[in-house]
Structures are given as C-alpha cells and as structure tokens.
C-alpha cells in the first residue's frame, strides 16, 4: 500500500479586501486574539517552512514564532548563510523539490507553510500544498501585500473543509487542494538530506 504523503498546510491571516501585509509589509493590524489555541491549531505539526523575510519577521519578534517548539524549521534562502542560523535549515535548493522529498519522508506530522506570499505561490504551482487555512481580520488596509493567484486555487478545486467564527468579527475557513508529487527524480534525491534531519536541527 502507498504511504500518504505528509500534508502541506498555509495558514494565514487576511484583511477583508484580501490582502495578508499592510503597504509597509507590517502585520500589525492583525491583533492578538486569545480565543485562537495555537496550541491546539498546530499540534500536528513538526516542521515549519519559511522564505527569508517571513524568517526574518520572526527573527525581530520571537512571539511571531507560534508553531510548536520542538519543530524543525526549513529557510528558504539564496543570500542567508547556513552558519549564521544553526538552529534552522537553511537551503537554497528549490522549494518544490525539497518540499517534495518531505513529504515523502516515512515518519512526521504536519507541515505548515508560515510564508511568505512568494514561497506559498511557487508551491502552490507546483500542487505541493494541501490546505489553505485562513482567517479573515474584518480590517480594510486598501492596499498590500496579496496571495498569488493560479490554477490550482481554482474554487473548484478547494472544497472547504472547515468555518469556524471566533471572536472579534474574525472567521477562520479551511481549504482542501489537489495537491501532487512532483515527478522528477530530484525529490528523490534530496529525500535523505531534507526528511531525516538531526534531533538538533531545531529553532530557539
């Protein structure tokens, strides 16, 4: 029998008028909401992908850092240097094809993709996502930073798999996608370096 694939889920928050980054690619408009368990949102969850300005958003406000503490954390960077982040994996081979070889990895939880916008919209075209999840902020910033578009978010493909009203006019919705492995022998390849990191490989 096939072994599934480990889940690639998006989670992200959003303004009414669709955008997930102010003008100044700020998220201060986003507010702290205690009625949202991240605990519970993310307990599946062992590895964290993240491009580098999502990495570096975290760096300056460590709270940014909401996903489990034991999680191994994968940055995806061509200018970031491995030695100076030896908490995280640092790679700049390419998102599909490393994500890929995670997937497949025989062991492991959930994945979730922090961001940004660029890393979501190149793994989207490449069907390595599986969920879009995504609060609605009932804020109008008129201007920002937007989710890419493509064919795989067609609405046709993404049934919904979850709505769910918290407090503070927020909504949280869920998607499902069709997503697929990629067919190349590279994610194969790069299966051992990316699915079996070491114990330490950890973000603090």
Known sequence: MRQPMRPVRYNVAAS???FIADA????????????IDFGALF???????????????????????TWPSAARVVVFSRTLRQSDHPGVTVTADPPADVVAAL?????GGDIWLYGGAALFGSLLAAGQVD????????ILLGGGASDPRGPTADPARAPACRAVSVRAGQLALC?????????????????????NYPDSVRHH
């Open 16 to 18: 009414l008028d669709g």
């Open 131 to 138: 969920r879009v999840e995504v609060t609605v902020i009932p």
């Open 24 to 35: 100044s690619g700020k998220y201060d408009w986003i507010p702290a909401e205690p009625a």
């Open 103 to 107: 997937r497949a990895a025989a062991t």
């Open 175 to 195: 998607h499902r996608l069709r997503a697929r492995t990629l067919g190349s022998v590279r994610p194969r390849l790069l299966r051992d370096r990316y699915a």
């Open 43 to 65: 307990r599946d969850v062992d590895t964290v992908l993240l491009g580098r300005h999502s990495f570096e958003l975290v760096l300056r406000d460590r709270a940014a850092a």
